[in-house]
């Protein structure tokens, strides 16, 4: 029977930020989200593998999606067979190669944790086909974009909202310490938590996606500023786009403010829980304040990323101050205030 434990390598191999958020859960906790989260990177790699063109990424997603409702070993074989190649990066070609113990490993679940992880991983996989539908194959020079806002809010919500909404039923039903949480309320927290989380990766992979063809900035948007997405291949278009990305940054932060609430209502008592979601929020609200200092979030030389002695120093200030509420508040009250009065091409 597979563990999350026996998946230990490939876990730290395909993301050393999760890996310790994971190591710093409550036991219950670790393995429905460890089996999940490589779950969904297993999708993700299908997605973004440059092996396969688009449609025939769609249709593995389709088979692996098969595959949780319905196992059939002749249909990992295909999978597998498919996607394995040079272009992968090696860690993402051990998880493909280790594909059938991670399927183990989720059938070994509880019921419970197994349906809600089930519906999670239909939310990402229809996002990720959704996005494969919108973006379409890659060529030189051509860039398209989301329509409407809304279908910006739909993507931050399939890519990482759904998350925040898992993670919170996963810690209600495994944590007597949170039976008294209002599920309704702290899942609208959890949802805009995962959103402002992926409105960060959003802003600040801009150029990056705008070279790749993506532009995640709504097309109505930007011609309400005269812009279409193609011209934002020149750094030379910030100006137009500054009030935009204001705007953006904005929002990000007001769902980071929903995300302090989520922090403040998980009990002292589960100081493990505190310190998995404290992390992400003091590292976002962080590196969207690089983001409003970059100097061209249009121009790919720029590399948005929080130096890792930074990180280090976010990791220990919030573990010494998770235990007490009004700690918290003090220390995110300074980021808040780092984020108004820093000077930068986006203040």
Not at 63 to 72: C, G, I, K, N, T
Not at 129 to 150: I, N, S, W
Not at 255 to 269: D, N, R
């Amino acid at each position: 029977m597979a563990s999350c434990e026996s998946l230990d390598d490939v876990l730290k191999g395909v993301s050393r930020s999760f890996y310790l958020t994971l190591a710093i859960l409550p036991p219950s906790m670790r393995q429905p989200l460890g089996v999940g989260y490589l779950l969904a990177r297993a999708a993700d790699t299908i997605a973004d593998t440059r092996i396969l063109p688009a449609p025939d990424r769609q249709a593995a997603l389709d088979l692996f999606r098969s595959e949780l409702d319905f196992p059939a070993p002749s249909r990992l074989s295909e999978i597998s067979a498919a996607l394995t190649g040079p272009d992968e990066k090696p860690a993402e070609r051990t998880l493909l190669a280790r594909l059938p113990a991670c399927l183990t490993a989720f059938r070994a679940l509880d019921p419970d944790d197994q349906g809600r992880l089930r519906r999670l991983l239909h939310i990402l996989i229809d996002g990720m086909r959704r996005d494969l539908e919108t973006f379409g194959p890659e060529r030189p020079g051509r860039v398209r974009a989301l329509e409407t806002r809304e279908d910006l809010d739909r993507y931050a919500y399939a890519a990482a909202g759904c998350v925040g909404e898992y993670w919170t039923e996963t810690a209600i039903a495994h944590r007597r310490a949170l039976r008294r949480w209002d599920p309704v309320a702290m899942r609208r927290r959890g949802l805009h938590f995962g959103q402002a989380l992926q409105m960060t990766n959003v802003l600040r992979d801009l150029a990056h996606d705008l070279h790749h063809g993506r532009c995640y900035l709504p097309r109505r948007d930007l011609l309400a500023f005269g812009l279409r997405p193609e011209e934002l291949l020149d750094p030379g278009a910030l100006e137009r786009l500054r009030p935009l990305l204001r705007g953006l940054i904005q929002q990000t932060i007001g769902g980071y403010g929903e995300a302090f609430s989520y922090l403040l209502a998980i009990p002292v008592s589960e100081l493990r829980l505190r310190l998995a979601c404290a992390w992400p929020l003091f590292i976002g609200l962080a590196t969207i304040d690089l983001v409003q200092r970059a100097p061209n979030l249009l121009d790919p030389r720029v590399t948005v990323k929080i130096p890792r002695p930074e990180v280090k120093r976010i990791l220990a200030r919030s573990s010494a101050l998770v235990w007490s509420n009004r700690g918290l508040g003090w220390y995110y009250g300074r980021h808040l205030a780092h984020l108004r009065e820093t000077p930068g091409p986006l203040r």
